[in-house]
């Protein structure tokens, strides 16, 4: 079993910078995969960054230069940090894991809003 609690969220002002945390338990060294998804209010959930585990990356065009994804193995921890954010990166941000059976795992979610 795998659990993930997010944090890291908040109010920041369009420019600024914030650091998500996912702090995943059980070992993340048996997962397929990691990634952060948001869903603004009124739209889907999308993916913003996702980490494989050969160490592979993709990124969401509309965030790629600004968001980076890694991770820490000792600390079993998946962050993501965000610069240059935008109004348009308000959103409730969301850690998902894929373990090698390709069970999806989600976190509860932090709302990071940017303000103009």
């Known amino acids: 079993q795998v659990s993930l609690v997010e944090s890291g969220g908040g109010l920041v002002q369009a420019g600024g910078s914030l650091r998500l945390s996912c702090a995943v338990s059980?070992?993340?060294?048996?997962?397929?995969?990691m990634g952060w998804y948001r869903q603004a209010p009124g739209s889907q959930r999308e993916l913003v960054a996702r980490?494989?585990?050969?160490?592979?990356?993709n990124y969401a065009s509309s965030v790629k230069g600004r968001f980076t994804i890694s991770r820490d193995n000792g600390k079993n921890t998946v962050y993501l940090q965000m610069n240059s954010l935008k109004p348009e990166d308000t959103a409730v941000y969301y850690c998902?894991?894929?373990?090698?059976?390709?069970?999806?795992?989600w976190g509860q979610g932090t709302q990071v809003t940017v303000s103009s």
């Open positions: 980490l494989t585990s050969s160490g592979g990356t």
């Open positions: 998902r894991v894929v373990d090698l059976n390709f069970v999806l795992y």
């Open positions: 059980g070992s993340i060294f048996n997962l397929n995969s």
